[in-house]
């Protein structure tokens, strides 16, 4: 398969970040959905009061708002995202006495003193940084010694159907990409994902499996939670025309078959990649 362009970071970050703007309300309307997973970072995370948090790729605020709770009175979190609506919706949802701050920034060249935070938030974002090296070496210049870095990714493929099957979807109605763009289960493997963390030069690493399931009544529901989880899919979607939208929904209807539920209505899995890893002190 060939793409009409190469890979461009800059227009990927301004492309994802149209999307995630468009789709902000709608990205924390499915929070639900992912409960167990964003539950499953905070956890690894063990947060206290006093700690310093920087949430990276923060959106609306789905770890960040009860992160702010748990290291409360004396700590705060930075609540960041290329995505400025993202941030907005954050701050509408959070409560105004809340230890919370927003900045609209970029996770590959943060504007974070060194050593300054205790705690590095990623939840579903490290696939999307178009370099996540470079967005790890800024975690690790950011935190201080003994400092906990603790993030999630999607799995592997196959074990993802709650995206893949969208995406073959698209592919089968529209055909592949004219424009390459990094996968988001690039880091779905947990050797690699450890090998990552460990050439960014953090210790301790443990990564571990998160295994959920969403329920949609429908084809259409399912289409719908798809395009509010997927920033860049859903700002590329707004340009496609209508008759071939039919198309792709159409598709959908196929691709989701295999998980039809006898009583009605589908129900998806997923496996995510939750990572915990130290800077040396």
């Known amino acids: 398969m060939t793409q009409d362009a190469p890979f461009d970071p800059r227009r990927f970050k301004a492309q994802e970040r149209a999307g995630f703007n468009r789709i902000a309300a709608r990205y924390a309307g499915g929070a639900p959905l992912r409960a167990a997973l964003a539950e499953a970072v905070l956890?690894?995370?063990?947060?206290?009061p006093g700690l310093r948090v920087l949430d990276l790729a923060s959106g609306p605020g789905l770890l960040a708002l009860p992160a702010a709770t748990q290291v409360a009175p004396h700590?705060?979190?930075?609540?960041?995202?290329?995505?400025?609506?993202?941030?907005?919706?954050?701050?509408?949802?959070?409560?105004?006495?809340?230890?919370?701050?927003?900045?609209?920034?970029?996770?590959?060249?943060?504007?974070?003193?060194?050593?300054?935070?205790?705690?590095?938030?990623?939840?579903?974002?490290?696939?999307?940084?178009?370099?996540?090296?470079?967005?790890?070496?800024?975690?690790?210049?950011?935190?201080?010694?003994?400092?906990?870095?603790?993030?999630?990714?999607?799995g592997p493929r196959a074990e993802v159907p709650l995206l893949h099957r969208a995406q073959d979807a698209i592919a089968t109605a529209l055909g592949p990409p004219r424009v390459a763009r990094p996968s988001v289960f690039r880091l779905g493997e947990a050797g690699a994902l450890a090998q990552l963390l460990d050439a960014a030069g953090f210790t301790d690493i443990r990564v571990e499996p998160c295994s959920f399931s969403c329920p949609f009544d429908d084809a259409d529901a399912y289409w719908q939670a798809f395009l509010d989880l997927a920033g860049g899919v859903a700002e590329a979607m707004a340009q496609v025309p209508e008759s071939r939208l039919a198309a792709v929904r159409a598709a959908v209807a196929d691709a989701i078959a295999p998980h039809r539920l006898p009583a009605g209505g589908y129900r998806l899995p997923a496996t995510a990649l939750v990572a915990v890893a130290r800077r040396p002190d």
């Open 43 to 48: 956890n690894a995370a063990r947060l206290e």
């Open 75 to 154: 700590g705060w979190v930075l609540a960041t995202d290329i995505a400025e609506t993202m941030l907005a919706e954050a701050a509408r949802r959070s409560d105004d006495t809340a230890p919370l701050l927003f900045a609209a920034a970029d996770a590959e060249h943060l504007c974070v003193p060194d050593a300054s935070i205790d705690r590095v938030l990623a939840g579903l974002a490290l696939f999307l940084f178009p370099d996540p090296a470079r967005a790890l070496a800024e975690v690790g210049r950011v935190l201080a010694p003994g400092g906990r870095v603790v993030l999630s990714v999607w």
